[in-house]
């Protein structure tokens, strides 16, 4: 974090990121001066409500941060931007997008979090997108010219207004992530398996474990009468994620059932003191770590791995035939995932997997026979791409090359441009237990 008395004194000349969180009213003039090198612009966690014109003059810039601000109207100024890669205007009242106010450079759209009614039929000239989060708005459809995005592989559009699912979805050869949940068209939660309900009082919360978007995961003790026991406790941090309501991701947790690959879920929080949703799972043992990380601003949508990460062929075929088998069940009981990453796969030294975060999950009607298809081809989709990383990092000998190759043809496969030539999951399952037999 930097201060406005450090840019007003000239401290930050040259720098490439700056970030201002000052209860700002307007961008200072001092960041124009910086328009030589500046590439990365944070100015959330301001009161902004416009922009000036001179931003036009940041050429360089690729990263721009406006969330938690008072925008009602997307800035038509960014437009300008020809460099933008990357822009957050969550948690603000946009209500309001122009026609081609969307730089029609970027690659990664977030406008979590706000008022929007429509987008504009411009967006269809953004054919560089590839993620796009619009969770939280207030929208009634998506344009037909979205089509002409062919490049989206992460839509999130929960939490909005839309009454019939939004059919140009279909038309996104890409798309492998998406999340639809409490839009008014999808099935109502109520009709699905409820968890016990575990009073806060008797859960005591020790450290913090990890975090992620839509909440906090702690160790914890649970008392209940019987003898006590460590658990884990996810606390969600507010109303709208970027992937939705918590509400949805604690119906697909009880929805998900029991599997050796999935994170068992044991019950819901009540009666928190601030009114907080939470969960209490299973705890995880220490020696379960995450196979990948997040995507990084270069990668956008695929994730990351650790320098000097290497996988055998053996390896992976473990790894992967756990996350089949954990997406097999989640279809087999109206869950589209929507977040099918290696960064939200756990595994241990013998190289068995636990699926979880559930925050972009989706619940849908099986007997909808056409939907249940396109839903589950996406996540095979985005189980193409895991599949796709984890043989980057492939390490084999000769006698193992065969098999690589044959997981290969299965990634390919299951990234398969047409939805309708991807396998489905007992398929993946079934190839994936035929090749482990014969390696």
């Given at each position: 974090?930097?201060?406005?008395?450090?840019?007003?004194?000239?401290?930050?000349?040259?720098?490439?990121?700056?970030?201002?969180?000052?209860?700002?009213?307007?961008?200072?003039?001092?960041?124009?001066?910086?328009?030589?090198?500046?590439?990365?612009?944070?100015?959330?966690?301001?009161?902004?409500?416009?922009?000036?014109?001179?931003?036009?003059?940041?050429?360089?810039?690729?990263?721009?941060?406006?969330?938690?601000?008072?925008?009602?109207?997307?800035?038509?100024?960014?437009?300008?931007?020809?460099?933008?890669?990357?822009?957050?205007i969550k948690a603000n009242n946009i209500q309001v997008i122009a026609e081609d106010a969307i730089p029609v450079s970027l690659r990664w759209l977030i406008l979590t979090d706000n008022c929007i009614e429509a987008l504009p039929v411009s967006i269809g000239r953004c054919t560089k997108l590839q993620k796009v989060m619009l969770a939280?708005?207030?929208?009634?459809?998506?344009?037909?010219?979205?089509?002409?995005?062919?490049?989206?592989?992460?839509?999130?559009?929960?939490?909005?207004?839309?009454?019939?699912?939004?059919?140009?979805?279909?038309?996104?050869?890409?798309?492998?992530?998406?999340?639809?949940?409490?839009?008014?068209?999808?099935?109502?939660?109520?009709?699905?398996?409820?968890?016990?309900?575990?009073?806060?009082?008797?859960?005591?919360?020790?450290?913090?474990?990890?975090?992620?978007?839509?909440?906090?995961?702690?160790?914890?003790?649970?008392?209940?009468?019987?003898?006590?026991?460590?658990?884990?406790?996810?606390?969600?941090?507010?109303?709208?994620?970027?992937?939705?309501?918590?509400?949805?991701?604690m119906t697909a947790c009880m929805q998900a059932g029991r599997n050796s690959h999935l994170v068992s879920v044991l019950g819901v929080i009540g009666g928190h003191p601030e009114g907080m949703h939470g969960l209490v799972m299973e705890l995880i043992p220490a020696e379960y770590k995450n196979l990948g990380r997040p995507p990084s601003?270069?990668?956008?949508?695929?994730?990351?791995?650790?320098?000097?990460?290497?996988?055998?062929?053996?390896?992976?075929?473990?790894?992967?035939?756990?996350?089949?088998?954990?997406?097999?069940?989640?279809?087999?009981?109206?869950?589209?995932?929507?977040?099918?990453?290696?960064?939200?796969?756990?595994?241990?030294?013998?190289?068995?997997?636990?699926?979880?975060?559930?925050?972009?999950?989706?619940?849908?009607?099986?007997?909808?026979?056409?939907?249940?298809?396109?839903?589950?081809?996406?996540?095979?989709?985005?189980?193409?791409?895991?599949?796709?990383?984890?043989?980057?990092?492939?390490?084999?000998?000769?006698?193992?090359?065969?098999?690589?190759?044959?997981?290969?043809?299965?990634?390919?496969?299951?990234?398969?441009?047409?939805?309708?030539?991807?396998?489905?999951?007992?398929?993946?399952?079934?190839?994936?237990?035929?090749?482990?037999?014969?390696?």
């Amino acid at each position: 974090m930097h201060t406005l008395e450090q840019l007003r004194a000239g401290a930050l000349t040259g720098i490439q990121a700056l970030k201002l969180s000052e209860n700002l009213t307007e961008v200072p003039a001092e960041v124009f001066q910086l328009a030589d090198t500046l590439e990365i612009l944070d100015l959330s966690g301001n009161r902004l409500h416009s922009l000036p014109q001179e931003m036009a003059c940041l050429t360089r810039l690729r990263i721009l941060f406006l969330s938690d601000n008072d925008f009602t109207i997307f800035p038509e100024v960014l437009k300008e931007l020809k460099q933008l890669d990357m822009l957050g205007i969550k948690a603000n009242n946009i209500q309001v997008i122009a026609e081609d106010a969307i730089p029609v450079s970027l690659r990664w759209l977030i406008l979590t979090d706000n008022c929007i009614e429509a987008l504009p039929v411009s967006i269809g000239r953004c054919t560089k997108l590839q993620k796009v989060m619009l969770a939280g708005n207030q929208l009634s459809g998506l344009p037909d010219e979205l089509a002409a995005c062919r490049n989206i592989e992460l839509l999130r559009i929960s939490a909005n207004n839309m009454h019939t699912f939004p059919e140009v979805v279909k038309q996104l050869p890409r798309l492998a992530w998406l999340a639809y949940s409490s839009n008014p068209f999808q099935v109502n939660r109520s009709s699905f398996n409820a968890l016990p309900v575990i009073a806060w009082e008797n859960v005591a919360l020790m450290e913090q474990l990890g975090a992620g978007a839509s909440g906090i995961i702690y160790k914890a003790r649970l008392n209940t009468g019987k003898s006590p026991e460590d658990v884990a406790v996810k606390v969600f941090k507010g109303a709208v994620t970027s992937d939705g309501l918590p509400e949805d991701e604690m119906t697909a947790c009880m929805q998900a059932g029991r599997n050796s690959h999935l994170v068992s879920v044991l019950g819901v929080i009540g009666g928190h003191p601030e009114g907080m949703h939470g969960l209490v799972m299973e705890l995880i043992p220490a020696e379960y770590k995450n196979l990948g990380r997040p995507p990084s601003f270069v990668t956008c949508t695929r994730d990351t791995f650790a320098a000097g990460t290497r996988f055998t062929a053996q390896q992976m075929l473990l790894i992967l035939k756990g996350v089949a088998e954990a997406a097999k069940q989640l279809h087999d009981n109206g869950i589209m995932h929507g977040d099918l990453y290696a960064h939200n796969t756990l595994i241990n030294e013998k190289y068995h997997s636990l699926f979880g975060d559930f925050g972009a999950a989706t619940l849908y009607d099986k007997n909808n026979r056409d939907e249940a298809f396109f839903l589950e081809r996406l996540d095979v989709r985005a189980f193409g791409c895991l599949a796709d990383d984890l043989l980057q990092y492939s390490v084999c000998t000769k006698e193992d090359e065969w098999c690589l190759e044959t997981l290969k043809r299965l990634s390919a496969g299951c990234m398969n441009e047409e939805p309708d030539k991807r396998p489905a999951f007992n398929t993946i399952v079934y190839e994936l237990q035929l090749l482990q037999n014969t390696h």
